[in-house]
């Protein structure tokens, strides 16, 4: 199988379980945003896959924003 994508190795699959523990997929109105656990019990957006590309302009999407939810 070949898989094409333009997201790193790590992010298919990561180097540790514990990794992939702490991600969540957030459906949002056009697409999904993957978000991450810190260490401070916060949750900071990692990635967004979305139609839109208005949705990729909002600061509340950015990757490193933390995610307060909607």
């Known amino acids: 199988m070949i898989l094409y994508t333009p997201l790193s190795m790590d992010s298919i699959f990561p180097p540790d379980e514990n990794a992939w523990n ?3 997929q ?3 109105e056009n697409g999904t945003l993957v978000i991450e656990k810190t260490d401070d019990f916060t949750w900071k957006v990692v990635s967004l896959h979305s139609s839109n590309p208005h949705d990729y302009l909002l600061q509340k999407y950015q990757p490193g924003t933390e995610w307060a939810g909607e």
């Open 22 to 24: 702490n991600k969540r």
């Open 26 to 28: 957030v459906n949002i």
